[in-house]
T-cell receptor
Framework: DAGVTQSPTHLIKTRGQHVTLRCSPISGHKSVSWYQQVLGQGPQFIFQYYEKEERGRGNFPDRFSARQFPNYSSELNVNALLLGDSALYLC?????????????FGPGTRLTVL | ELKVEQNPLFLSMQEGKNYTIYCNYSTTSDRLYWYRQDPGKSLESLFVLLSNGAVKQEGRLMASLDTKARLSTLHITAAVHDLSATYFCAVVRGKLTFGQGTILTVHP
């Protein structure tokens, strides 16, 4: 079975631009979470979605938004990019999104903002 | 707000030696994960610890959890070069909160 997939693998943008990152969860998983990992730090929680509804949101500005589609895939959108948005963006899927569900991480999208 | 702290942040080990990485967290939780991350790669789940006194072992790595002390340890036995990576602990309380990571380098 395929694991969590993310696209693109790498992305280079300039300040002020907009970016969309995509994630497909493991088959059968209904919850997707997004994390930002800045170089040298641990991942930080951005969003969690379950059954197309936002279940949780981390401490990120409104420039960050996400959505989940009927097939449980998800998009993370970031507007008005800043240099500080350069990071590895990780998507994780879990069966139901509860605290007892293990999250499985995708390979990530490396975003560089110039 | 839940805080998760790891120490040490950097660990340089000689092959064959033993060492322990510590993970302290600030509020009650009964579920803790250990992950491994190789440079430029995603997170690989190593262990999930579910209750006080839980101990899990896989190869040269052993993880334990003391929920009363809010402390988890990752013990490395007879280190080998292949264990070189960054190790994260992460605590569940509504969401996953990660520590800063411990960069482990094993040299001959």
């Amino acid at each position: 079975d395929a694991g969590v997939t993310q696209s693109p693998t790498h992305l280079i943008k300039t300040r002020g631009q907009h970016v969309t990152l995509r994630c497909s969860p493991i088959s059968g998983h209904k919850s997707v979470s997004w994390y930002q990992q800045v170089l040298g730090q641990g991942p930080q929680f951005i969003f969690q979605y379950y059954e197309k509804e936002e279940r949780g949101r981390g401490n990120f500005p409104d420039r960050f938004s996400a959505r989940q589609f009927p097939n449980y895939s998800s998009e993370l959108n970031v507007n008005a990019l800043l240099l500080g948005d350069s990071a590895l963006y990780l998507c994780a899927s879990s069966l139901l999104g509860g605290e007892t569900d293990t999250q499985y991480f995708g390979p990530g999208t490396r975003l560089t903002v110039l | 707000e839940l805080k998760v702290e790891q120490n040490p942040l950097f660990l340089s080990m000689q092959e064959g030696k033993n060492y322990t990485i510590y993970c302290n967290y600030s509020t009650t939780s009964d579920r803790l994960y250990w992950y491994r991350q190789d440079p430029g790669k995603s997170l690989e789940s190593l262990f999930v610890l579910l209750s006080n006194g839980a101990v899990k072992q896989e190869g040269r790595l052993m993880a334990s959890l003391d929920t009363k002390a809010r402390l988890s340890t990752l013990h490395i036995t007879a280190a080998v070069h292949d264990l070189s990576a960054t190790y994260f602990c992460a605590v569940v309380r509504g969401k996953l909160t990660f520590g800063q990571g411990t960069i482990l380098t094993v040299h001959p």
